[in-house]
Antibody
Framework: QLQLQESGPGLVKPSETLSLTCTVSGVSINNSLYYWGWIRQPPGKGLEWIGNIYYSGSTYYNPSLKSRVTISVGTSKNQFSLKLSSVTAADTAVYFC????????????????WGQGTLVTVSS | SYVLTQPPSASVAPGKTASLTCGGYNIGSKTVHWYQQKPGQAPVLVIYYDTDRPSGIPERFSGSNSGNTATLTISGVDAGDEADYYCQVWDSNTDHVVFGGGTKLTVL
């Protein structure tokens, strides 16, 4: 059964870099059938897509975050990672990782399943 | 950038039908996916490719998409359907995923 699990620090200081890892079990991320994505949700607010990565390393990022985001595939474990630099309080959110199927035109389709999410608070 | 507009809230009596809308310019030309999110939980896919239901999602959930509006319909609503619902598309003009702002469905 496919499962995703986010991990990383729950507290990050302003101006520092947020780093999270998503561990995937049940399917290899070195799989041409899927994208792997990060989505976040500030407390009490809606979902915001951060970006996707393909097993080859190709990435797609939300333009509003692109200058601060790096998504990468783990080299040895079945993991992919998120780095968000120069964080502020506005980056406080629950961060989800999820699998995305690939549509017939090679774009990102629906997301599912999702990890349970991890709350990251930006505060000094 | 592409914008998806969802009413912030909707309410429906038990046993009735809820129609949740997602508006966007010419959204009928795009593929829409819908998610249900209950408090403290991760979103769950309930409709994909406009009208398809994942396994395990009741037939009470259905979708449609035409013109400038996509709709998620939940028939025979019960208390367990109370949740936030989000629509999502891929914007091919900018190559990125877009989510609607979400609709909070209250079962009266």
């Amino acid at each position: 059964q496919l499962q995703l699990q986010e991990s990383g620090p729950g507290l990050v200081k302003p101006s520092e870099t947020l780093s999270l890892t998503c561990t995937v079990s049940g399917v290899s991320i070195n799989n041409s059938l899927y994208y792997w994505g990060w989505i976040r949700q500030p407390p009490g607010k809606g979902l915001e897509w951060i970006g996707n990565i393909y097993y080859s390393g190709s990435t797609y990022y939300n333009p509003s975050l692109k200058s601060r985001v790096t998504i990468s595939v783990g080299t040895s474990k079945n993991q992919f990672s998120l780095k968000l630099s120069s964080v502020t309080a506005a980056d406080t959110a629950v961060y989800f990782c999820a699998r995305s199927n690939i549509a017939s035109d090679d774009t990102s389709a629906e997301f599912g399943p999702w990890g349970q999410g991890t709350l990251v608070t930006v505060s000094s | 950038s592409y914008v998806l507009t969802q009413p912030p809230s909707a309410s429906v009596a038990p046993g009735k039908t809820a129609s949740l809308t997602c508006g966007g310019y010419n959204i009928g030309s795009k593929t829409v996916h819908w998610y249900q999110q209950k408090p403290g939980q991760a979103p769950v896919l309930v409709i994909y490719y406009d009208t398809d239901r994942p396994s395990g999602i009741p037939e009470r959930f259905s979708g449609s998409n035409s013109g400038n509006t996509a709709t998620l319909t939940i028939s025979g609503v019960d208390a367990g359907d109370e949740a936030d619902y989000y629509c999502q598309v891929w914007d091919s003009n900018t190559d990125h995923v877009v989510f609607g702002g979400g609709t909070k469905l209250t079962v009266l």
